[in-house]
Nanobody, 116 residues
Framework: QVQVVESGGGLVQAGGSLRLSCAAS????????MGWYRQGPGSQRDLVAI???????NYADSVKGRFTISRDNAKNTVYLQMNNLQPEDTAVYYC??????????WGQGTQVTVSS
């Protein structure tokens, strides 16, 4: 099993920044991708950004140029630097840790609220 814990959410004004962190613990061998998803009120959970074990990244179009995902493999931690936040970025942000196609783990989520 892998435990996933997110931190760093909060309330920020439009144009501000936040940095989310996600730490994986437990059976962390062979972790593949680590990513961030978000779910707004009444919406589905969508991919925000994902990073492979080799550092390849992929972003949702809506966050390109504003968000940056990075990871520290030695610490089994992934980060999401969010700049120029907008009210539409308001959501619960979830971290997903992927070991393989059949084994992935979610965190409990952290709320990000952006006021206009």
């Amino acid at each position: 099993q892998v435990q996933v814990v997110e931190s760093g959410g909060g309330l920020v004004q439009a144009g501000g920044s936040l940095r989310l962190s996600c730490a994986a613990s437990g059976s962390t061998f062979s972790i593949n991708a680590m990513g961030w998803y978000r779910q707004g009120p009444g919406s589905q959970r969508d991919l925000v950004a994902i990073i492979s074990s080799s550092g390849t990244t992929n972003y949702a179009d809506s966050v390109k140029g504003r968000f940056t995902i990075s990871r520290d493999n030695a610490k089994n931690t992934v980060y999401l630097q969010m700049n120029n936040l907008q009210p539409e970025d308001t959501a619960v942000y979830y971290c997903k840790v992927v070991r393989n196609i059949v084994n992935s783990y979610w965190g409990q989520g952290t709320q990000v609220t952006v006021s206009s």
